[in-house]
């Protein structure tokens, strides 16, 4: 008797803590669907991984439910991963595009695609369903309002769907990373300026990599079917909080 490898996706995968989660699931044997909007990434990644690329816009409903189309009847992890910080300013200085956008990725993106895939997971007898969530989604800061409040949003949406899937065979994780040191989450959030995306991590020696995350998703994803990992909140040993952060000279 053959087993069907157990199946994955991904959203947010061509890069970073995507990217990278979509490499840690393949080597734990998962056939990672990865899905991102930048093709030519997703379709490298999966051929490096035996996966499968599906363009998709998390925000775009017809993209999700070509999604769930491609992946069929069971899905044994999904992993919202897509999202993103846009800007810093003050409240009193924010501009409701650049809030409606982090709100649409990482809300209403992390909903399309739970929606869509959700039967496929009960389906499977034993479903994963992991939200990346942020230390932001557990404290204000300055500069911070949009973002803070999307990603309070995906705690809470995680709440939510653990009380509302109580009963159905479906595990409901929040991963709430602190500082990690990827590319273009600084850069888009300082709008492609690289030194002050530098500055984040002036000083601090190790910050934490999409490899770390990517570790804690492999995990979660790997535990016997009744270990429900709530919330898991990572940081490196150099940050006590969003703003007390221990820098070398
Ligand atoms: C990233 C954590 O500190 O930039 O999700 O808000 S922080």
Not at 107 to 114: D, E, H, P, Q, R
Not at 170 to 198: C, H, I, N, W, Y
Not at 202 to 222: C, K, M, Q
Request: hydrophobic share 45%.
């Amino acid at each position: 008797m053959t087993t069907e490898p157990r199946k994955a996706v991904v959203t947010g995968a061509s890069s970073g803590i995507g990217a990278a989660s979509a490499r840690a699931l393949a080597d734990k044997g998962f056939t990672v669907y990865c899905a991102a909007r930048r093709v030519d990434r997703i379709e490298a990644l999966a051929a490096e991984i035996g996966g499968v690329a599906v363009p998709c816009d998390v925000t775009d409903e017809a993209d999700v439910r070509r999604l769930a189309e491609r992946v069929g009847p069971t899905l044994d992890v999904l992993l919202n991963n897509a999202g993103g910080a846009v800007g810093v300013d003050e409240v009193a200085h924010s501009k409701a595009e650049e809030w409606r956008e982090m709100y649409d990725v990482n809300v209403i993106g992390t909903l399309n695609v739970t929606r869509e895939l959700l039967p496929a997971l009960i389906a499977s007898g034993d479903g994963v369903l992991i939200n990346m969530g942020s230390t932001a989604g557990r404290i204000a800061y300055e500069g911070g309002g949009g973002y803070t409040a999307a990603k309070h949003g995906v705690a809470v949406m995680t709440e939510t769907l653990r009380l509302e899937l109580l009963g159905q065979p479906v595990r409901v994780t929040e991963l709430a990373p602190g500082m990690v040191a990827t590319e273009e989450f600084g850069l888009r959030r300082f709008r492609g300026d690289q030194s002050k995306r530098d500055e984040v991590y002036a000083g601090v020696r190790n910050p934490l990599t999409a490899d770390d995350i990517a570790n804690a998703v492999a995990w979660v994803a790997t535990l016997p079917p009744h270990v429900n990992i709530d919330l898991m909140v990572l940081r490196p040993r150099a940050q006590a909080t969003q703003t007390k952060i221990h820098r070398e000279d």
